[in-house]
Nanobody, 125 residues
């Protein structure tokens, strides 16, 4: 069983920043790690993904420029830096890990094999 531990969620005011962390010992295997989010009554959507191999990154078009994903293979941790948060960013944020490198559709939930329990991000206006 692959354990994924997310942290860093919380409540902030609009315009604020948060950094989410995803610890998983299965990272650093030339696989992909991604962040997804799901707001109440909405579908889960891909936020950002990173390759643990060559550090390639992918972002949802609407979030590019505000969110930054990075990885530290030594610490088995992937980070999501979120700036300029808005109320629409309020959601449960999930970390997901794939068994191998994802070449197509790195922000598609179905591509990922292991999921964390989620960390809540709440942005107030």
């Amino acid at each position: 069983q692959v354990e994924i531990v997310e942290s860093g969620g919380g409540s902030v005011q609009a315009g604020g920043s948060l950094t989410l962390s995803c610890y998983c010992e299965y990272t650093a295997n030339n696989n992909n790690v991604a962040w997804f989010r799901q707001a109440p009554e909405k579908a889960r959507e891909g936020v950002a993904a990173v390759s643990t191999g060559d550090a390639s990154t992918w972002y949802a078009d609407s979030l590019r420029g505000r969110f930054t994903i990075s990885r530290d293979n030594v610490k088995h941790t992937v980070y999501l830096q979120m700036n300029g948060l808005q109320p629409d960013d309020t959601a449960m944020y999930y970390c997901a890990v794939s068994r191998g490198r994802i070449m197509l559709g790195p922000l598609a939930p179905a591509r990922y094999d292991y999921w964390g329990q989620g960390t809540q991000v709440t942005v107030s206006s």
